[in-house]
């Protein structure tokens, strides 16, 4: 029988940690000027490998980061270091200057790995909710029913993803320029956050 207080659990549980709509417009400023085909790539690539990172972590949980000898603290930090380089990126428009001087070039600066899939899709939050929601609900049941949750949250950020160009055609260039600085700052304020709840579980400060 299936648990219905356990599937609300599960979804609104990662469907605040991954937080579509959050990620939206932070989509739109990363791939600000790409075409429509390669951003529709970005979108289902990220998406892709986001929903293979949390399957292996739902599957092997802890074990994977324990096996390297990693623990979440340190991931939590790492994560929360990488996204405010990507921040800093945003704020002073380095992204922008990046894709001008590759304007000529097959290659452009492609986000659908780092920062979207990781740390933004599969980040310490989303990793650490799926592996304890299938501890809650131990067994091959309760992992289909935590990783078809995940599955459809991912839905739901892949729609908002290819609907990006009708934000982008709103707010215009001018606009995504605001967007990005003010997510730049929200992305480093994220970062920062990341880095102060690793620290706390290293025990280095205070809860």
């Known amino acids: 029988m299936i648990d219905t207080a356990f599937l609300i659990t599960a979804f609104v549980t990662m469907f605040v940690v991954i937080d579509p709509i959050g990620l939206a417009p932070l989509f739109v400023a990363l791939t600000q000027g790409v075409p429509a085909k390669q951003r529709r790539n970005i979108a289902l690539r990220a998406c892709g490998l986001g929903m293979a990172i949390l399957i292996v972590f739902g599957l092997f949980g802890e074990a994977v980061l324990g096996f390297i000898g990693i623990s979440m603290p340190a991931f939590r930090v790492a994560g929360g270091i990488l996204l405010f380089l990507t921040a800093l990126d945003m704020l002073f428009e380095r992204r922008t200057k990046r894709r001008e001087d590759q304007s000529e070039e097959e290659s452009f600066d492609d986000p659908s790995v780092f920062p979207l899939a990781i740390p933004l899709i ?24 935590v990783l078809g949750i995940t599955a459809l949250v991912l839905c739901v950020v ?13 707010l215009g260039k001018t606009g995504i320029t605001v967007v990005t600085r003010l997510l730049g700052m929200l992305l480093a304020a994220l970062s920062v956050q990341f880095v102060l709840e ?10």
């Open 122 to 145: 599969a980040g310490p939050g989303a990793i650490a909710s799926v592996i304890l929601l299938t501890g809650q609900r131990p067994g091959a049941e309760g992992l289909a029913l």
């Open 158 to 170: 892949l729609v908002l993803f290819l609907a990006s160009s009708l934000l982008e055609r709103a």
């Open 198 to 207: 690793g620290l706390r579980d290293f025990g280095l400060i205070p809860g």
